[in-house]
């Protein structure tokens, strides 16, 4: 790994900044050449997060994140309540949650009412 992927995604997102929007389809296709080139195709999936989260925060919105165990209609709908205008609202299933909802707002967790949590509560045992 040539660099890490804090500092690609801070690159991305420093270029991305400086240039018009028209450019921005021409910039990434560069971008995706140089890491690339420098053989750091793999951690991809680690700077696309942290690019976004970057820009989300230096345009002072968040990123809200539902996580249910199946699909829920209006589950989204809550979180546009606590949400504000330029935020990013995903949903996202996890079986593993059993039953429930958590909601995480900027990779940090907020609010977790699933049922594998509740569980989890009942059976630990304090010292």
């Known amino acids: 790994m040539k660099y890490t992927p804090?500092?690609?995604?801070?690159?991305?997102?420093?270029v991305l900044d400086k240039h018009p929007k028209k450019e921005e389809e021409q910039l990434l296709k560069r971008f995706l050449e140089v890491v690339k080139k420098d053989g750091d195709s793999g951690t991809l999936y680690k700077i696309i997060p942290i690019a976004e989260s970057l820009m989300l925060k230096k345009a002072g919105n968040a990123k809200w994140v539902i996580e249910?165990?199946?699909p829920i209609p209006h589950a989204k709908r809550a979180?546009?309540?606590l949400a504000k205008l330029g935020d990013v609202i995903q949903e996202a299933i996890?079986?593993?949650?059993i039953?429930?909802?958590?909601?995480?707002?900027n990779g940090e967790r907020q609010f977790d009412g699933s049922l594998r949590r509740k569980i989890e509560q009942l059976f630990v045992?304090?010292?």
């Not at 804090?6 to 420093?14: K, S, V, W």
């Not at 039953?99 to 707002?105: C, D, E, L, Q, Y």
């Open 6 to 14: 804090e500092t690609y995604a801070r690159a991305l997102t420093q």
């Open 68 to 70: 249910t165990a199946r």
């Open 79 to 81: 979180v546009k309540a």
């Open 94 to 97: 996890n079986p593993e949650l």
């Open 99 to 105: 039953a429930g909802i958590r909601i995480i707002k």
């Open 125 to 127: 045992i304090k010292h």
